[in-house]
């Protein structure tokens, strides 16, 4: 992305009074030659470089930047933790489809997870159901995820999300789970990772009023489109307020770093001033 283009959509996402800025790539982006040469081109000692660069233009701003950049090593991790304010990625499923991306299988996500809690970074993961998968596949991936929480305690939410193809996209849609399929696994989790919050993003599951009692967050909500699904659309803020209203839920704002991590533990000094800061100015 050009120089140009990030400082037109900080600029944008800034008018717009965006809170958290979302930096994402394809898996291991600095390998490949055409992002490589281009990076060199602009100056960038690598993908790092640059990832780092953008986030310190959004935090110059006020934006807090979470990364998204699929598996990386314990070292890259500490490398740019100080960079962004949280980060993350999927571990999708634990079951390994023969048909599957090499990115996606489970030994790489497992370990991308794990170094993560090495480095201690405040971090989000999740699964992706309805793409084929069993309810079995589904509760064992979440008690994967349970098992390298209690290892490291770096998880501040998970994702249950659903799976909705884009246009071009080869992996089929598969049968989504049932609603008493989705309280299984909620429940399970409760058990499993107390404390660590649920998410279900409210424009990939139409059904997300059904299950708002039994969750803790509905993910980012931009008047921006999704990029990862620019086919689901979200609605205003004020639609989802409303819709937890009658549910006698409140919706809230957060950060992307949760008040659980929000320790000089998890977080260098100036993050920690910052979100100190956010927290003042909501309790005006």
């Known amino acids: 992305m050009a120089?140009?283009?990030?400082?037109?959509?900080v600029r944008e996402a800034k008018q717009g009074g965006a809170r958290e800025a979302l930096l994402i790539s394809g898996e291991r982006p600095g390998t490949m030659p055409h992002i490589r040469g281009e990076l060199?081109?602009?100056?960038?000692?690598?993908?790092?470089?640059?990832?780092?660069?953008?986030?310190d233009r959004c935090a110059s701003?006020?934006?807090?930047?979470?990364g998204n950049f699929g598996r990386m090593t314990e070292e890259e991790l500490v490398r740019i933790r100080p960079h962004f304010v949280s980060m993350g990625m999927m571990l999708e499923s634990v079951k390994d489809d023969s048909e599957c991306a090499p990115e996606k299988k489970v030994a790489g996500r497992r370990a991308g997870i794990e170094a993560a809690g090495r480095a201690k970074v405040p971090f989000t993961s999740g699964i992706l159901v309805g793409w084929g998968e069993d309810q079995a596949s589904r509760l064992e991936s979440l008690e994967m995820l349970a098992e390298l929480h209690s290892q490291h305690g770096h998880l501040q939410e998970i994702l249950i999300q659903r799976y909705v193809p884009n246009a071009g996209s080869s992996w089929p849609e598969g049968v989504s789970p049932t609603l008493g399929e989705y309280s299984e696994m909620i429940e399970a989790w409760r058990i499993w990772a107390p404390g660590v919050?649920?998410?279900?993003p409210p424009n990939l599951e139409p059904r997300w009023r059904d299950l708002v009692n039994e969750l803790d967050d509905l993910g980012g909500i931009s008047w921006a489109r999704d990029e990862v699904n620019p086919s689901r659309p979200w609605k205003q803020v004020e639609h989802y307020k409303k819709e937890c209203g009658v549910r006698g839920?409140?919706?809230?704002?957060?950060?992307?770093?949760?008040?659980s991590h929000s320790t000089e533990e998890w977080l260098s000094r100036p993050w920690m001033s910052r979100v100190s800061d956010f927290w003042k100015e909501v309790r005006k």
Request: proline residues 5%.
């Open 197 to 200: 919050a649920i998410q279900i």
């Open 61 to 66: 701003v006020g934006l807090f930047p979470h």
């Open 249 to 259: 839920r409140d919706l809230v704002e957060r950060l992307p770093v949760y008040k």
């Open 40 to 55: 060199e081109r602009c100056g960038y000692s690598d993908f790092w470089d640059f990832a780092c660069q953008v986030a």
């Open 3 to 9: 120089d140009a283009e990030v400082e037109r959509i």
